[in-house]
C-alpha cells in the first residue's frame, strides 16, 4: 500500500515503471533493480546532504530517510521522498535553490 | 478478447466553454476509423446540452450524472471507465479499442489525466493517448487572458484544433496561432472548419504509439527551440544537453523539481540519450502526473543530444537549465 495515499497495489511511480513492450525502466530483475536502487541512495544522498538527510535502502522494497539526530520516515518511492524530506527538514527542497546548485556544482568540480 | 489491446488508449478532449468540443466529438464519431471508440462525456448542469447535441449516443456511452468533472474525478470517472472496462470483459459492450472522454469548459484537465493512473485498476488496463484541445478562434485569445483554465488546457494538448475560423478574421486568426505557438510550440494545429481532416492523426499517433514507429521521434519537437523561454505567464522553452544523460539523476532531478513546482510546469516532453540505452527515451509529464517513460524503436537522424521542451507558468528557462545542468554534474 502506498504509505501517503492510502492506495493499494503501489504507486507505479514513472521512475520505477512495471517492465512491458515499449516501455524504458530498469525494474527488469533482481540484479538490474538492486543496481538501480544503489545508485538512486547514492545520488539522493548527494542532495539530501545540504538538508542534513540521508537515505538507506530498506530490504530492496523501501527506502529509509532520516535526520543527523535519528528521526526517521519509510518512504515508498521517488514519489514520496521530496515530501518527506521537506517535513523532515523543516523547509523546502527547491531544485531551482541557487544556493543548492552553487553547492551541487562545487562538488561535481571538486569530484 | 483478442482484440482489445493490453492498455486501451484513453483521448482526452478538452477546450473551454463553447469552443467547440462536442462538434469535433460528432465529427470524429462520424469518421470510419473510430467505429471502435467508446466515449465518456460530462453531463454539465441539468440540460445536458452537450449529451442532446451529441449525434450517436450507444450503449458504450456512460453519462456521468454529476456537474463538474474534475471535482468527482477519484470517485466517478473512475467508477465510469471501470465499469465499461468490466461491461467489456463481460462481453455486454463492443470491445471498444479505444475510449475518448470529454471533458467540461471549466476541467482542469490534470486531475482527469491522473485519475487513469492514479486508480490502482485502471492503471493496469489503460493508458493516456492524445489530449485534444479545441480552442475557439473568435474568442480563444480573449480567453486566455481571462481564464487560467483555458490556458492550462492549451497548454496541455498534444494536438490543437482551432474552430470558428470560418467566423473569425484573418488577422484575429493569426494573432491566435501566434498566441498558441508561444504557449504550446510542438503540438500540431487543426483546423476544423476547413474540410476533412484524419481523426486518426488527432487521436492515434501518441508518444507510446510513437515507440513501435522509427520515424516518430522526427516530428516530436517541431519549432519548439524556436522560443527563448523569457517572459511572465505561460509560456515554452527547450533545454538540451551533449553527451549521455544519467537516468537515476535525471529522475532524482524532475521529481524534485515536480515536488516543489509541479503546478508551474504545465508540461514536459523530453527525448533523452540516455547512457546504457541505443534508443531514445521519451519522457512526457503534465504538472506532478509524468508518464512511464517510453523506449523509443530509434534516432530520427545523427542528432544525439537529449531535448526537453518545458511548458511553465512563470519559471526561468536560465534557473531550470542550470538546475538540471548541476544535478547531472554538467556545471
Known sequence: MCALCGVLGGDGHWTDAAPRPGIFTRNTGPVERRRERMARVAGANRILKAYGLSLADWQGASYVLSTATGKSELVDSLAHLWPLAE????????????????????????? | ????????????????????????????LDDAAL???????????????????????????????????????RGELSAAIRDLHERRERGEVPPFRRLAIESTGLADPFPILSTVQADPVLRHHFRWGNVVTTVDAVNGRAQFERRRESTKQAAVADRLVLTKTDLADAAEIEALIECLRRLNPSAPLVRLAEGPF???????????????????????????????????????????LDGVVDWTGFGLWLTMLLNRHGEKVLRVKGMLNVAGSDAPVAVHGVQHLVHPPVHMMGWPDDDRRSRLVFIVDGLEKEAVDRSLRAFLGRA
Do not use: Q, W, Y
Not at chain 1, 531544485?95 to 551541487?104: K, M, N, S, T, V
Not at chain 2, 453531463?43 to 451529441?54: K, M, Q, R, V
Not at chain 2, 492515434?204 to 522509427?214: E, G, K, Q, S
Not at chain 2, 527551440?225 to 538540451?240: I, P, R
Open chain 2, 198 to 240: 484524419s481523426a486518426d492523426s488527432l487521436l492515434a499517433h501518441d508518444l507510446f504509439a510513437a515507440a513501435t514507429r522509427a520515424d516518430a521521434a522526427r516530428h516530436l519537437f517541431v519549432d519548439a527551440e524556436t522560443n527563448d523561454g523569457h517572459g511572465a505567464g505561460v509560456h515554452a522553452f527547450a533545454l538540451s
Open chain 1, 87 to 111: 517535513k523532515l527538514a523543516g523547509r523546502p527542497c527547491d531544485p531551482l535553490d541557487p544556493g543548492l546548485i552553487e553547492r551541487l556544482s562545487r562538488e561535481a568540480g571538486d569530484g
Open chain 2, 1 to 28: 478478447m483478442a482484440d482489445v489491446p493490453a492498455f486501451t488508449p484513453v483521448n482526452l478532449i478538452t477546450g473551454f466553454l463553447g469552443s467547440g468540443k462536442t462538434t469535433l466529438l460528432r465529427r470524429l
Open chain 2, 35 to 73: 467505429v471502435d471508440t467508446a466515449v465518456l462525456i460530462n453531463e454539465f448542469g441539468e440540460i445536458g446540452l452537450d449529451h442532446h447535441l451529441l449525434g450517436r449516443i450507444d450503449e458504450t456511452m456512460v453519462l456521468l450524472p454529476s456537474g463538474c468533472l474534475c471535482c468527482t474525478i
